[in-house]
């Protein structure tokens, strides 16, 4: 079966620089959400998107962006990196009529220097 | 607000003794509950998960969890652990199935197995 889908899988970038994470999520659900996973911890919810609009925000900083486009897929963008921003970013999709079990990529693993 | 909290960061057993992993939750609604296992440099994986029903739910790998609404516990259980059960377990909670507010994760709980 067919799951939520992240690229890139790693990401090297220098502080102040930006970058996108993109997802794709399982088709045919409508709801995806960003999680972020400092090295030892739990993860933690940034965002979430119901047919492409925003539905809840977690701790997303304000540096941080994400949208939903019309074919569900979603990026992640962050501007001004900080050191402290390196950590392995979940996407996750679920399907709401469906039980809406969230169902949790591979993960993009962004590294700041 | 709801929060969970995972008792004991790390859990060591031996092979093929019982696995017991807790879990307790607030939450000022009815609960989803679930359990997700991660494997070093890998997602997360769900393992089980309770919405509504019966109270004591089997998930893959041989887990099952037991909701207990008096002891707002959802502790994950394996009879007989095996080597490759050694993982980091997280229990999260959500008051919609996990729907638009995401999942509030525990802190984790490393699981180790002694041959």
């Known amino acids: 079966a067919a799951g939520v889908i992240q690229s890139p899988r790693h990401l090297i970038k220098e502080k102040r620089e930006t970058a996108t994470l993109k997802c794709y999520p399982i088709?045919?659900?409508?709801?995806v959400y960003w999680y972020q996973q400092g090295p030892g911890q739990d993860p933690q919810f940034l965002i979430s998107?119901?047919?492409?609009?925003?539905?809840d925000k977690g701790s997303i900083p304000d540096r941080f962006s994400a949208q939903q486009f019309s074919d569900y897929h979603s990026e992640l963008n962050m501007s001004s990196l900080e050191l402290g921003d390196s950590a392995l970013y979940f996407c996750a999709s679920s399907l709401r009529s469906a039980g809406n079990t969230i169902y949790f990529g591979e993960g993009s693993w962004l590294t700041v220097v | 607000a709801q929060s969970v909290t995972q008792l004991g960061s790390h859990v060591s057993v031996s092979e093929g003794a019982l696995v017991l992993l807790r879990c307790n939750y607030s939450?000022?609604?009815?609960?989803?509950l679930f359990w997700y296992v991660q494997y070093p440099n890998q997602g997360l994986q769900l393992l089980l998960k309770y919405t509504t029903g019966a109270t004591l739910v089997k998930g893959i790998n041989g887990f099952e969890a037991e909701f207990k609404k008096s002891e707002t516990s959802f502790h994950l259980t394996k009879p007989s652990a095996h080597m490759s059960d050694a993982a980091e377990y997280f229990c999260?909670?959500?008051?919609?199935?996990?729907?638009?507010?995401?999942?509030?994760f525990g802190k984790g709980t490393h699981l180790i197995i002694q041959p």
């Open positions: 998107f119901y047919e492409k609009m925003q539905s």
């Open positions: 939450s000022s609604v009815p609960p989803y």
């Open positions: 088709p045919r659900h409508d709801t």
């Open positions: 999260a909670v959500s008051d919609s199935g996990g729907g638009a507010d995401g999942l509030t």
